[in-house]
């Protein structure tokens, strides 16, 4: 999508060949190789967000739920670095996502240390 076709309001279309389906269950990861049957749209622009904390991650009713932090780093009136951790997004998911997240970590994190890790 270019400039003008954002600034006209048209959603970004971006194509995945795993990611979740909204079904009548929830949520659901497609198994390792599907392709997903359509287009993704973007009609917010959502940013990507550097994360680079997560002070809060648990279980509350039945959903797990993080918050992720981003370091913003200012400039105090000395000129020294004043840098802070701000909420880059809290997120709430499901047993099935938070294993599907799981394991696409899992793979990414082999493919960047050369190394097999165990399945869970």
Do not use: C, H, W
Not at 26 to 42: M, N, Q, S, V, Y
Not at 82 to 88: C, E, G, H, Q, S
């Amino acid at each position: 999508m270019d400039g003008d076709e954002r600034r006209r309001g048209r959603s970004a279309r971006i194509e995945f060949s795993q990611a979740p389906v909204r079904g009548d269950a929830g949520a659901r990861p497609l198994k390792a190789g599907a392709a997903f049957p359509g287009p993704i749209t973007d009609p917010d622009n959502i940013p990507v967000k550097v994360v680079n904390g997560m002070p809060q991650y648990g279980v509350l009713g039945g959903l797990v739920v993080m918050t992720l932090t981003t370091a913003r780093i200012g400039v105090g009136a000395d000129g020294a670095p004043n840098p802070d951790m701000v909420i880059a997004a809290r997120l709430r998911f499901d047993l099935e996502m938070a294993i599907a997240m799981r394991n696409a970590l899992n793979s990414q994190i082999d493919l960047l240390s050369g190394r097999k890790i165990k399945p869970n």
